[in-house]
């Protein structure tokens, strides 16, 4: 069973920055992703990593978004440059099956 745990959301200014951080225990894992879900909105995919080192980003984030791991794929990261107020969601660390209970970002002034 394996368990993902986010941190590092807040409250932060448009143009702003934060780091997410997702830790996975209980198991090894993989492909490592983030996903966030803004409210009446449908989870949107936002990044991911693979063992490797792939990258692969959604639409709205790229550029602005970068997601990098180490512990073997145990801890993954996003840093977010340049938020915008629509980038304000509860941001999802995703493998397999297993989701973490979120993290709240939000971009205000």
């Known amino acids: 069973q394996v368990q993902l745990v986010e941190s590092g959301g807040g409250l932060v200014q448009p143009g702003g920055s934060l780091r997410l951080s997702c830790t996975a225990s209980?198991?090894?894992?993989?492909?490592m992703e983030w996903y966030r879900q803004a409210p009446g909105k449908q989870r949107e995919f936002v990044a991911l990593?693979?063992?490797?080192?792939?990258?692969n980003y959604g639409d709205s984030v790229r550029g602005r978004f970068t997601v990098s791991s180490d512990n073997g794929q145990n801890r993954v990261y996003l840093q977010m440059n340049g938020l915008k107020p629509e980038d304000t969601a509860v941001y999802y660390c995703?493998?397999?099956?297993?989701w973490g209970q979120g993290t709240q970002v939000t971009v205000s002034s």
């Open positions: 209980g198991g090894s894992v993989g492909v």
């Open positions: 990593i693979t063992t490797t080192g792939t990258t």
């Open positions: 995703h493998y397999g099956v297993y």
